[in-house]
């Protein structure tokens, strides 16, 4: 089935660190999206990217879709004590479904 | 914004009786919503689409008669996990996308955490 690669799968930074993580697929996709998900909630959304190339930001974070349409990189500057949590990269498959990879785990030292 | 409700939040059954989730579109009507699962420190896993009017489309893997999904009006899907047993312990999320809104993005519940004994 259509995977995504995400990675890293966690990261240990120390509180005003800029951030950075990506998702690859071997599949092309017309849409990429990336989520936060904290414990014990559903996932919410961060960026929604629709165009090759796109680059949009979102206050300190900032994502990107590949030209390629097979991958997208997510940034978050300054980190601060509030961004831990999940960044889960997922891209739509066909008009409806997600796909999501595997998780980035942020945890942040103040 | 659009808000996706999801009741209960958390809920402990024994093993061998029905659970019911719901998941309500609180602001926009939704033909389709999605079912995922998660379990613990994994991603999301699509079990299923929930459409309005008629049949649920299942996944590859997931037992439809395990995992009985309703759509009966444009702002509530429900799952019911039959007969569930501990493997079905997991974290369960459902979504949405406003009807119509073309690039709508899907907007998620808080989640149900299914624990069975």
């Known amino acids: 089935g259509q995977q995504l690669n995400q990675s890293p799968q966690s990261m240990f930074i120390q509180e005003g660190e800029d951030v950075s993580m990506n998702c690859t697929s071997s599949?092309?996709?017309?849409?990429w999206l990336w989520y936060k998900q904290e414990p014990g909630e559903g996932p919410v959304l961060l960026i929604a990217?629709?165009?090759?190339?796109e680059l949009t930001s979102n206050g300190r974070l900032t994502a990107q879709f590949g030209i390629t349409r097979k991958d997208s990189f997510l940034n978050i500057s300054a980190s601060i004590p509030s961004d831990v949590g999940i960044y889960f990269c997922?891209?739509?498959?066909?008009?409806?479904?997600?796909?999501f990879g595997q998780g980035t785990r942020l945890t942040i030292n103040p | 914004g659009a808000v996706v409700s999801q009741h209960p939040s958390r809920v402990i059954c024994k093993s061998g009786t029905s659970v019911k989730i719901e998941c309500r579109s609180l602001?926009?009507?939704?033909?389709?919503m999605f079912w995922y699962r998660q379990f613990p420190k994994q991603s999301l896993m699509l079990m299923a689409t929930?459409?309005?009017?008629?049949?649920?489309?299942?996944e590859q893997g997931v037992e439809k008669d395990k995992f009985l999904i309703n759509h009966a009006s444009l702002t509530l899907s429900t799952l019911t996990v039959t007969s569930a047993h501990p493997e079905d312990s997991s974290f369960y999320i459902c979504?949405?996308?406003?009807?119509?809104?073309?690039?709508?993005?899907?907007?998620f519940g808080n989640g149900t955490r299914l624990t069975v004994t």
């Open positions: 602001d926009f009507q939704a033909t389709t």
């Open positions: 979504s949405a996308r406003e009807a119509g809104i073309t690039n709508s993005p899907l907007h």
């Open positions: 990217l629709y165009k090759a190339g």
């Open positions: 599949s092309i996709f017309n849409t």
């Open positions: 997922a891209a739509l498959l066909g008009a409806q479904k997600l796909v």
């Open positions: 929930s459409n309005e009017g008629s049949k649920a489309t299942y």
